[in-house]
């Protein structure tokens, strides 16, 4: 994105502002589209996936108990793993995270035991030696792995997702504006916030009570704006929305209305077009599908912002 892209745009005209809103929005999806496809294919996210892609995706099980032993995990893998895919060492000292891993033996064709347990059960199954026998999930041991946190080394590849640019004026302003989008919203600072990895999250509550919207304060405030905003966005298009299926649909529309309101009020949110690359991979042409919700809850924000701005 050229800088002469981060300017703030204006619409000022009454009569013609809506429709002159929903061409730039138009425009500028069909912008993000190509970004997202020029980030799948670069370097930088090639390298970022190679990455991800030895981390074990581990169970819900699993994934709980992670969470409730260390909160902040975000990349877990075992002592040698660490060593040997990653060239990170485990810092002297350190707990370990303790999880559940599967244990893979011969099984038993009929009691599905491995060979020792199923020579101490009752099962009389000898058609075939247990040499023949496929392997299959027998039981589980308790396993130690490490967070990222708890290591040193060569440093993992990141992706630049960050939105760039002044918004002090922004931040103060869509804060204000929460009570016009029926929502609420906190600014929590990081010593006291309490979901991990997130930058921000939106809870859905009784239909009595408005969504709760949570953002983790940062230095960077062209990044918490664009955050703020993307939550938002699910406070206005998700609430009803209980899918697990939907969930990378409903990423894709809260971090593109993100892009678009940061981009009109003069932020660099190019940044979107990796969060966007790592949800959706090849399948950016997605975003299309869903531009009337992604158009009109963009406008919707602006609209409010703007007017908090006028008014001040």
Not at 160 to 172: F, M, W
Not at 221 to 232: F, I, N, R
């Amino acid at each position: 994105m050229t800088t002469s892209d981060c300017l703030q745009v204006s619409f000022d005209d009454s009569d013609t502002r809506r429709d002159e809103m929903h061409s730039t929005i138009e425009a500028w999806v069909d912008d993000l589209v190509d970004e997202v496809d020029d980030a799948v294919s670069s370097e930088q996210f090639q390298k970022w996936l190679d990455v991800q892609s030895r981390f074990h995706d581990y169970s819900y099980r699993n994934t709980l108990l992670i969470t409730r032993q260390y909160p902040n995990a975000t990349h877990v893998a075992g002592y040698r793993t660490w060593q040997n895919e990653f060239n990170r060492y485990v810092n002297e000292g350190e707990s370990a995270i303790w999880i559940w891993a599967p244990i893979i033996a011969k099984q038993c064709p009929e009691c599905e035991n491995s060979p020792s347990y199923h020579d101490q059960s009752d099962c009389e199954y000898d058609e075939t030696s247990p040499e023949e026998w496929s392997e299959g999930l027998v039981g589980f041991r308790p396993t130690p792995v490490f967070d990222f946190s708890q290591t040193k080394g060569e440093p993992l590849p990141e992706l630049e997702t960050e939105a760039t640019g002044e918004a002090d004026e922004l931040v103060p302003a869509l804060l204000e504006g929460a009570s016009m989008l029926e929502v609420e919203v906190e600014v929590v600072s990081p010593a006291e916030w309490p979901h991990g990895d997130a930058s921000g999250v939106c809870q859905y509550r009784s239909p009595a009570q408005q969504p709760l919207i949570e953002v983790r304060d940062r230095e960077n405030s062209a990044d918490l704006a664009v955050t703020t905003v993307h939550e938002y966005a699910h406070a206005l298009l998700h609430g009803a929305v209980d899918d697990e299926t939907e969930r990378s649909k409903r990423e894709l529309e809260a971090e593109v209305v993100g892009y678009i309101v940061g981009r009109y009020f003069g932020l660099d949110t190019s940044g979107s077009a990796f969060y966007l690359a790592a949800w959706q991979g090849e399948e950016s042409a997605a975003i299309l599908d869903r531009l009337e919700r992604i158009s009109s809850t963009a406008a919707k924000i602006i609209d409010v912002v703007d007017e908090v701005i006028t008014d001040e």
